[in-house]
């Protein structure tokens, strides 16, 4: 069965940089998009940002457009999220998810602690 497996959560200061990653493992099918998501506590799961895998067409939330970056790396079937000017709210569990093109995120990773503390 397919696994994404989050990493490079931490604690980082306001106005810092950080990357996480997220492996896949197990894969049966490729995905067509992959993407980014984030829950703080008491809220909902929103989006960050998603990559088209093979074509690399990406697409940002406008809370993190400019300053976060989504990319792959095809030959090791990883996704990067480069977040750049770190926020306070943007503390959250960060998520990795794919699909298969059928319009729903349909694989999730376990999650990873990002925060950015003031």
């Known amino acids: 069965q397919v696994q994404l497996v989050e990493s490079g959560g931490t604690l980082v200061q306001a106005g810092g940089s950080l990357r996480l990653s997220c492996a896949t493992s197990?894969?049966?099918?490729?995905?067509?998009?992959m993407g980014w998501f984030r829950q703080a506590p008491g809220k909902e799961r929103e989006f960050v940002a998603a990559?088209?895998?093979?074509?690399?067409?990406?697409h940002y939330a406008d809370s993190v457009k400019d300053r976060f970056t989504i990319s792959r790396d095809l030959g090791k079937n990883t996704m990067y999220l480069q977040m750049n000017s770190l926020k306070p709210e943007d503390t959250a569990v960060y998520y990795c998810?794919?699909?298969?093109?059928?319009?729903?995120?349909?694989?999730w990773g376990q999650g990873t602690q990002v925060t950015v503390s003031s």
């Open positions: 197990g894969r049966t099918y490729g995905f067509y998009t």
């Open positions: 998810a794919g699909n298969l093109g059928v319009g729903s995120y349909d694989y």
């Open positions: 990559i088209i895998w093979s074509a690399g067409r990406t």
